[in-house]
């Protein structure tokens, strides 16, 4: 079993729709959650990081975390065509009990267009 | 700020040749980067760890001896692939931890596409 589980899609939606991106994952010691946007053939760009459980809002991304139920999501509101990209979840493996410092484990991918 | 440059950005060489790859932090100083290889339609695999000063750090199933990582600056990381084949082309993505932040937050170049015929 994956770490991190993630729909790689392709998910395809008109513009203007609500997008909802999800990723799953199986190690409870993750703290800090983190969506990453890349686009083809880029690297990966931080959108937005998540401590612990709870919801993070900014502009038209909201970020949730459930510890609980192990999973989180990206919601995209107003998509736009330039929100066409592929996002990737990502988490913090915690190193030696720190939780802040360690390696990111990402998950496949979920490649999303946006069409006109 | 925390901005990370990779070059070359696209390289094309023969099979058994080596290709050296540069990662730069361009406005702050990295003790830790990061070096990542991505196949089509795949995630990022973390291959090693590189701290200044020191020797990498490999992640299980990444040959040392074929992937050569030098640390030798606070600004630059240098990947050489020795003797690349064919199954060696992939894009590869280093990253550079900016410190003082709540947490070490890790900023990604923009990638070496790597092609071995």
């Known amino acids: 079993q994956k770490e991190v589980e993630q729909d790689p899609g392709p998910l395809s939606v008109p513009e203007g729709a609500i997008v909802s991106l999800n990723c799953t994952y199986s190690?409870?010691?993750?703290?800090?959650f983190m969506w990453y946007r890349q686009y083809s053939r880029k690297g990966p760009e931080l959108l937005m990081y998540t401590y612990s459980s709870g919801n993070k809002e900014d502009g038209r991304f909201t970020a949730q975390v459930d510890k609980s139920s192990k999973y989180i999501s990206l919601f995209i509101r107003d998509s736009q065509p330039s929100d066409s990209a592929t996002y990737l979840c990502?988490?913090?493996?915690?190193?030696?009990?720190?939780?802040?410092?360690?390696?990111?484990?990402f998950g496949q991918g979920t490649t999303l267009q946006v069409k006109p | 700020g925390a901005v990370v440059s990779q070059h070359p950005s696209w390289v094309i060489c023969k099979s058994g040749t080596s290709v050296k790859i540069e990662c730069r932090s361009l406005d702050f100083q990295a003790t830790t980067m990061f070096w990542y290889r991505q196949f089509p339609k795949q995630s990022l695999m973390l291959m090693a760890t590189?701290?200044?000063?020191?020797?990498?750090?490999?992640e299980q199933g990444v040959e040392k001896d074929k992937f050569l990582i030098n640390h030798a600056s606070l600004t630059l990381s240098t990947l050489t692939v020795t003797s690349a084949h064919p199954e060696d082309s992939s894009f590869y993505i280093c990253?550079?931890?900016?410190?003082?932040?709540?947490?070490?937050?890790?900023?990604f170049g923009p990638g070496t596409r790597l092609t071995v015929l």
């Open positions: 190690n409870s010691a993750f703290q800090y």
């Open positions: 990502a988490m913090i493996r915690p190193d030696f009990g720190s939780s802040n410092t360690g390696k990111l484990i």
């Open positions: 990253s550079a931890i900016s410190s003082g932040r709540a947490y070490n937050e890790q900023f």
């Open positions: 590189s701290n200044e000063g020191s020797k990498a750090t490999y």
